[in-house]
């Protein structure tokens, strides 16, 4: 997250977060490289919010595309996990 960035919403797991407002900006690869996070489940996160913030128009359509699109795992489990527990709802994509 960005220094001095005001967090009006949920940021998910595994993302970087810039600008103002404040928005998605990309998968931490790096950080998930240093917790040993293997190549695998980098691209398999970033996959899932590609579907969630680049190809699709609002957060519901790209849940849909991700519970249609990947296979159940640990990590959609986690993502779609932290959408559905978010009171505020979550950061948007950047524009």
Sequence with gaps: IGGASLIRKDVPPFVKAAREPLGFAGVNSIGL????????VIKEIEDIYRLLYIQNTNVSKGIEAV?????????RKAILG????????IIKGLI
């Design 33 to 40: 490289r240093r917790k040993g996070f293997s190549d695998e």
């Design 67 to 75: 519970k249609e699109q990947m296979s159940d795992s640990e990590v």
């Design 82 to 89: 932290f959408i559905d527990a978010s009171d505020k709802g």
